[in-house]
């Protein structure tokens, strides 16, 4: 390790407490985190090495402004650029069982280059658990002073539950209701956390799992609120393609599927999309009313994990509306019925694909779909049907390797353009070998 | 003395000595056939790189989590064709983080009485083992297969 500065002071508690800890990346170690120090900043810890001599591990602690923050776990901005860019950088030693035993204020210009992260090093993506818990903090003005104006509080919270239902109106066909909480969250700033109750799941001939509702409710929470503003896409149409919405629907048919209701992929797009602009709306109701607001001027999401550590999803300020706007101008999701199948193979036939997300269980997934030998692609669904299990098997291969793979079914076309394929495995195909 | 497969015997003294009602080695194989995988902070292997983090000092109540600190993590290699697969898993697991923090990968075979395995898959990692060094391991229990850098190499 190298020398480190000594003639710096720090306020004790500022980088040698974390709470609200979320580790991102680990092995036998924590590689990557995030959380809060004792006076409730950001803080991003990264590992820089380990001292097997002295029994320590050396850390990058960086408090973080929120818009920082947000753009490295949005991999705008790698982490190289984000201890740059932090408020305050620090280096702490800690003993193998993380207790800080030492820690130095530093520049990053004072950082030898062999002791920074590479720049192809981005935040991972995150894996989600799901939660029906999330904390809605409204940031700046009178809010951080703990205060705000009741109406404004309500009005926010009213909103903030719409959002909620949103998400949830693409399930309303499963046999559950839900109902909303709101309880007192931790101090700093003014924050409400919001409980999702699903009751009578249980109530139908199949339960529905709510694992796979709280997995399904945190992507798209995270999508609408941190996702959306920052794509590329600028329709609607252009937005339900994304890897994102795709990734949601994904989930979502997952809900559906575990429940043994029957889902028609069409249906699930058109609910997908409409509460995806539904929600998008309330939020740039509310971010164009940030502006007239005397108690805040922004606010954040986070998911509260179950061990009550919370996730940070996104900030929304004035500038989500002018960055959405674009993205709803079309009418496409007024229309009342979307494009239909109108060509499908009668036998099974060679198909090159690179599968991007896949259920084991379900045998659901999403794939890009290469029509000839050349690199152009675009994404479809694959469903596959198999009596024996799907953990390995070449799409599993295809998923992790990553690498395109034939595989042998019936497509099914719109415009003459593929857009999902039907794989039914007979149970002696070996599906290792296809 | 641990007997697992022929002429294979071990002692495991240093594993036990301190936390002897904890039967670490329970489910464990021996295998000098298989290559595995371990992730290491640097182009050449050290004794270093198989030091389990309780003799660190990392603590711990519970048997399983006190094995899982007395062994260290590895990755098996059923097929020669897995290898590019691990290995990406192992860029993606590091992340670039650090450029001295595992930025490498050493496969390797082990060979008689170099330690024992545990199989132990994760969400993450259906390869996932724990490996026991035994009371005489040492670097020449093992035969490098190769090192790889994770940033250049894979």
């Not at chain 1, 029509?371 to 479809?380: L, V």
């Not at chain 2, 080695?25 to 290559?35: G, K, R, T, W």
């Not at chain 2, 192992?90 to 983080?97: D, E, L, P, R, T």
Request: contains cysteine; aromatic residues 12%; hydrophobic residues 35%.
């Amino acid at each position: 390790m190298f020398d480190l500065p000594r003639h710096k002071i720090i306020v004790p508690g500022l980088v040698d407490t974390v709470e609200n800890l979320h580790v991102i990346l680990e092995d036998e170690n924590r590689i990557l985190y995030t959380g809060t120090n004792r006076l409730g900043n950001h803080l991003i810890g990264a590992i820089i090495q380990q001292d097997f001599s002295n029994k320590v591990f050396y850390y990058y602690h960086a408090i973080v402004e929120s818009p920082i923050l947000y753009d490295f776990l949005g991999k705008r901005m790698n982490l190289k650029d984000t201890l740059r860019n932090s408020s305050i950088l620090t280096i702490v030693t800690t003993d193998f069982n993380y207790k800080v035993i030492d820690y130095a204020l530093i520049n990053f210009e004072e950082i030898p280059e062999e002791y920074l992260p590479y720049e192809t090093s981005f935040c991972p993506d995150i894996a989600r658990s799901g939660s029906f818990e999330y904390c809605f903090s409204l940031k700046g003005k009178a809010s951080d002073e703990h205060k705000v104006d009741v109406g404004e509080a309500g009005e926010a919270d009213n909103k903030f539950q719409k959002i909620l239902e949103s998400a949830l109106a693409t399930m309303k066909d499963l046999p559950f209701n839900s109902e909303y909480f709101k309880r007192p969250a931790m101090a700093g700033s003014y924050k409400t956390n919001f409980l999702i109750e699903i009751k009578d799941s249980d109530n139908g001939l199949f339960p529905v799992d709510t694992n796979f509702i709280a997995e399904y409710l945190e992507k798209y929470l995270d999508y609408v609120v941190a996702k959306l503003p920052f794509g590329d896409e600028t329709t609607i149409e252009q937005v339900l393609k994304s890897n994102e919405v795709q990734d949601i629907k994904l989930a979502l048919e997952e809900v559906y599927y575990r429940s043994q209701h029957s889902t028609d992929e069409d249906k699930i797009e058109a609910v997908l999309a409409k509460s995806i602009h539904h929600s998008a709306q309330v939020i740039k109701q509310m971010a164009e009313s940030l502006n007239e607001k005397r108690s805040f001027d922004r606010f954040e999401l986070s998911a509260v994990n179950p061990d009550a550590t919370q996730r940070e999803i996104g900030q929304v300020d004035i500038t989500y509306a002018i960055k959405v706007e674009p993205k709803f101008q079309s009418d496409f999701i007024n229309q009342e019925t979307f494009e239909k199948v109108v060509e499908a193979d009668a036998v099974p036939k060679a198909y090159r694909i690179q599968v991007r997300g896949f259920y084991v269980k379900s045998g659901i997934g999403i794939a890009d779909f290469y029509p000839d030998a050349s690199d152009e692609h675009h994404p479809i669904r694959i469903y596959v049907a198999s009596a024996v299990s799907l953990q390995p098997s070449v799409y599993t291969k295809s998923l992790n390797e990553p690498s395109i793979v034939t595989i042998f079914g019936k497509a099914e076309r719109i415009n003459g353009k593929v857009k999902r394929i039907r794989i039914d495995h007979a149970d002696n195909i070996d599906l290792h070998l296809i | 003395m641990i007997y697992c497969a022929t002429e294979l015997f071990m002692d495991f003294s240093k594993l036990f000595h301190d936390t002897p009602h904890c039967d670490c080695l329970e489910d464990c194989c021996a295998d000098c056939s298989n290559i595995y995988v371990r992730a290491i902070d640097g182009p050449e292997l050290k004794m270093e790189d198989f030091h389990n983090y309780w003799d660190g000092g990392r603590t711990a109540t519970q048997c399983d989590t006190i094995a899982k600190f007395k062994g260290v993590s590895v990755s098996k290699l059923e097929f020669e064709e897995d290898k590019i697969e691990v290995l990406l898993k192992y860029k993606q697991q590091f992340g670039g983080v650090s450029r001295n923090y595992k930025g490498y990968a050493c496969l390797f075979r082990p060979k008689t009485n170099a330690g024992l395995f545990k199989y132990t898959p994760s969400k993450e990692n259906k390869r996932h083992h724990t490996f026991y060094t035994s009371d005489i391991f040492n670097l020449q229990q093992l035969e490098i297969i190769g090192i790889f850098n994770l940033q250049t190499d894979v």
